[in-house]
């Protein structure tokens, strides 16, 4: 029942921006942590950056200074901000979220989105 929308892809040339979103429906879900995941042709799925409730951050040494990582908790929502881009940023890009588990009668779940397409080309 729990959906992962995702927008924001689309192409750019170096050193543009682009911002991906994804919603979490229903709201009542409630999320631990909040990750975005990118996969190049031919290449592993890597992590991005991640972000959790109380707000420990971790990215991929590859875009720090120019990603932000962010989240609404009141929309359920996840944000990454992606600035300067290169084309080697050329990917998939998949939100994923986490709930773990709080009590024994809980149970943990991760949910992945269907993936969006950015694109870093001149």
């Known amino acids: 029942q729990v959906q992962l929308e995702e927008s924001g892809g689309g192409s750019v040339q170096p050193g543009e921006s682009l911002r991906l979103s994804c919603v979490v429906l229903p709201s009542i879900f409630s999320i631990d942590t909040i990750g975005w995941y990118r996969q190049a042709p031919g290449k592993e799925r890597e992590l991005v950056a991640d972000?959790?409730?109380?707000?420990?951050?971790n990215y991929v040494d590859s875009v720090k200074g120019r990603f932000t990582i962010s989240r609404d908790n009141a929309k359920n929502t996840g944000f990454l901000q992606m600035n300067s881009l290169k084309p080697e940023d050329t990917a998939v890009y998949y939100c994923?979220?986490?709930?773990?588990?709080?009590?024994?009668?809980?149970?943990?779940?991760?949910?992945w989105g269907q993936g969006i397409q950015v694109t870093v080309s001149s």
């Open positions: 972000i959790t409730t109380d707000g420990n951050i």
């Open positions: 994923n979220v986490i709930h773990l588990p709080n009590s024994v009668a809980d149970v943990g779940y991760s949910y």
